[in-house]
């Protein structure tokens, strides 16, 4: 046996442990565990649609796998690891500029120049992203950082 070989059996063994029981486990340990430890799944919180968008990217790199095998897959990731809100923290992403301006302390042009921006740019994926927009404070924006979600 070679070493490749145990190293993946180990590997899957692991993820028998590690993922929980459901349609596209099996799938992942198949096909997803060659590049990824088991346990990598378990380390991300995502809404459906960016499991989706994972699962079709990676999907490109598994010829093995059927549409409908990816798409079983993406339902046990979204439900398995799906994205938490934190009712702590503000969504910066949904947030209308009188949340953003009243519950984060930013000005109200602040808070409509993140909102414009996000509207013609897309989503924010960090808290960086924010200081590339013009007429905001970078200084207001790192402080508040822990207060944000994405």
């Not at 398995?80 to 042009?109: C, F, M, Q, V, W």
Request: charged fraction near 30%; glycine fraction near 6%.
């Amino acid at each position: 046996m070679t070493r490749a070989w145990l190293c993946f059996l180990m590997a899957a063994g692991l993820g028998a442990q590690t993922l929980p029981d459901g349609p596209g486990k099996q799938i992942i340990l198949r096909e997803c565990t060659a590049c990824h430890q088991p346990d990598h799944f378990t380390k991300y919180r995502h809404t459906n649609e960016e499991w989706q968008a994972i699962v079709i990217r990676m999907g490109q790199r598994v010829r093995s796998a059927t549409k409908e095998e990816l798409e079983t897959v993406q339902k046990y990731l979204a439900a398995n690891y799906p994205k938490l809100e934190d009712a702590t923290r503000l969504n910066i992403n949904k947030a209308a500029a009188k949340d953003i301006e009243e519950r984060l302390g930013l000005t109200s042009d602040e808070a409509r120049a993140i909102v414009d921006y996000r509207q013609r740019h897309g989503e924010f994926r960090e808290w960086g992203e924010l200081l590339a927009i013009y007429g905001v404070d970078g200084r207001k924006v790192e402080a508040i950082k822990d207060k944000m979600s994405f």
